[in-house]
């Protein structure tokens, strides 16, 4: 069936991408697929400009990366996210739902400074979070040693797609979590395309 050259953010190849490659070469064993991790706006990029056919992106914030009349897109998932924390953090022991003004109060765990999942966690509060402590990957958040020793009161988000197992000393907390819509994006040219349609016709599959 030929190559399928697709680009997405991590969470989005690490949960929806991945889990679903047995069952696309149990149904197109003559399709292959190269996968790359990038950002929306770059994965977006790289398909408008031929260098990808296929790409995972996320609106960040409700708001959607800016494509081209070119590049089609179509929702795939919609994501959220859960507050992950120290069994000991005094929000551990909460049982009912976490306001935005609480979140506020404590230092964030975060990938990179300024992500929507803090601002959606915390948006709604005239408070501004003490600012991140650490810059890592969400499943490096709960697992990471200077995480567990120096930022105790910390807080972190994982998406649930990128959710990995949780330390039997941290706990998650549902609370009104923030959500980003997950999107399929290829040319307009390339519509007809029975090798996008089929990795299309897994990733539908194994969002449900």
Known sequence: MGVVRLVGFSTAVRGLLAPSLIELNRRCPDLTVHISEEDPDRALHSVYAGAADLALVHDADGVSVPAPPSVVRRPIHTDFGDVIMKRTHP?????????????????????????????????????????????????????????????????????????????????LRSSVPPTREVQAAWRRSADASPAIHAVLDVLDAASR
């Open 91 to 171: 929000l551990a022991r909460r049982e009912t739902a976490l306001t935005p003004a609480e979140l506020a109060r404590y230092p964030w765990v975060t990938s990179r400074p300024g992500r929507y999942v803090t601002s959606g966690f915390v948006g709604c509060s005239p408070r501004r979070p003490p600012r991140s402590t650490f810059a890592i990957s969400w499943t490096t958040s709960p697992r990471n040693s200077r995480w567990s020793k120096r930022t105790m009161c910390s807080l972190s988000c994982l998406a649930s797609r990128a959710r990995c197992s949780v330390p039997v000393s941290s706990r």
